[in-house]
């Protein structure tokens, strides 16, 4: 089928909101029927790309059903929220200790049997840096992030004895630029590419969000893209059987979070599923914090914990930093939680549907690992924004130098 076929009457049925007015279920009603129509509508090529990067008509049409209906509750998690319990997160191994040591060897073995695989988040839509993809952006003088995790990447190969392979997951907004410069870079051969997954954004009521220029707005649909999208592009099943065993998730804007072979090491000898990375809170900081729900140790977003929790209580929270079992991620069966997040587009407001890298936790037994964010055994220096990267570029020239990247 290369176009979507309208929905009949009992599909939509299916999606009714009988708690709705008359006069509110009729306008609803109008919306929805004028969604399908617009998505019956839609461009059969534009149609085919969006099919091959994840989309699904139907689930579109569930979430418009549903948009600005208790977003805040939906979002939130049910059942019991606790704090972490004694032991649930332990700091990394120190350097010059000798666990440190030995797990160092540990994780330099595995590396040097070619077991790691180093995957970086590139996508997003490149808004935030001016709408310059982020990777292209000069951290340092000269030297841009797409360049400091290829020399990463080669200072890696080195002391592995082996090439490192290197994946980038990017968006429709990131890919062809980033194709590009790999092919103009001398390392650019070591890294592959694979595209997170695409929506179409809703307006407030429901209905297709166009843009300025009358066309549907295409989003990317989050960094819990990841597994499947992986997945879909055969990297992870060759590096599976060719013996790959781990594969390390991290930002391209956190250049602290580098391949450690210790943090390996620890990753190896506990023997789970999934390592995730936390630091101390300063300040204000807000995100990700490590919780039990219903008893089990998991990530959550503030945005999704029950109003009574505080999320201050607990003093640790995510960088976003992964350490997973390649197998795992490969055999993953998650129905993924998309959350309903509010966008200003053009100066309006549209809604888009996201799913977080941070859900692996709930399928995938965690253990939760603090590590430095100060100094040059920083692991954590997000870069957001031009303004946080100016304050940041001290931090991380002493990082890259530390690390082989310069």
Request: negative net charge; proline residues 7%.
């Amino acid at each position: 089928m290369t176009r979507i076929e309208l929905l009949d009457e009992g599909d939509w049925k299916r999606l009714a909101r009988p708690e709705l007015p008359p006069a509110a279920g009729r306008a609803f009603a109008i919306c929805m029927t004028k969604l399908a129509e617009a998505l019956a509508a839609l461009d059969p090529s534009l149609l085919a790309r969006l099919r091959a990067h994840g989309f699904d008509p139907a689930r579109l049409g569930a979430w418009a059903a549903t948009v600005g209906v208790g977003r805040d509750e939906r979002n939130r998690l049910p059942g019991e929220v606790e704090a972490p319990r004694a032991g649930d997160v332990v700091d990394a191994p120190v350097p010059g200790t000798p666990d440190h040591a030995r797990l160092h060897a540990v994780g330099a073995a595995a590396l040097a049997r070619g077991e790691l695989a180093l995957c970086v988040l590139a996508g997003g839509m490149a808004t935030r840096m001016g709408s310059v993809v982020k990777a292209l952006v000069e951290a340092l003088p000269g030297r841009r992030f797409l360049d400091l995790r290829l020399a990463e990447n080669a200072h890696l190969a080195a002391l592995a004895g082996r090439p490192v392979p290197l994946w980038l997951m990017t968006s429709e907004a990131t890919d062809g630029p980033i194709l590009d410069a790999l092919a103009a870079h001398p390392h650019g051969a070591a890294a592959a590419t694979f595209q997170q997954h695409e929506s179409l954004r809703l307006t407030p009521e429901g209905a297709l969000f166009l843009d300025d220029h009358g066309a549907p707005s295409i989003h990317a649909t989050g960094h819990g893209d990841l597994p499947d999208a992986l997945r879909a592009s055969g990297l992870l099943s060759r590096f599976v059987a060719g013996g790959g065993k781990y594969v390390w998730i991290a930002n391209l804007d956190n250049l602290g979070a580098t391949v450690d072979p210790a943090i390996l090491g620890w990753h190896v000898e506990h023997g789970g599923a999934l390592s995730v990375e936390v630091v101390d809170k300063l300040g204000s900081d807000r995100g990700g914090v490590p919780v039990r729900w219903n008893g089990k140790p998991i990530i959550a977003e503030e945005f999704r914990l029950p109003i009574a929790f505080d999320p201050a209580a607990v003093r640790v929270f995510n960088t976003n930093t992964f350490l997973a079992s390649a197998p795992a991620i490969e055999g993953l069966d998650l129905a993924w939680t998309y959350v309903e997040v509010e966008k200003t587009i053009g100066g309006r407001k549209a809604v888009q549907f996201e799913r977080l890298v941070g859900e692996l936790t709930a399928a995938l037994e965690p253990r939760f690992v603090r590590v430095p964010r100060e100094g040059d055994r920083s692991r954590f220096l997000p870069v957001k924004d031009v303004p946080e990267l100016e304050r940041r570029r001290d931090e991380i020239e002493a990082v890259a130098k530390a690390r082989g990247m310069l």
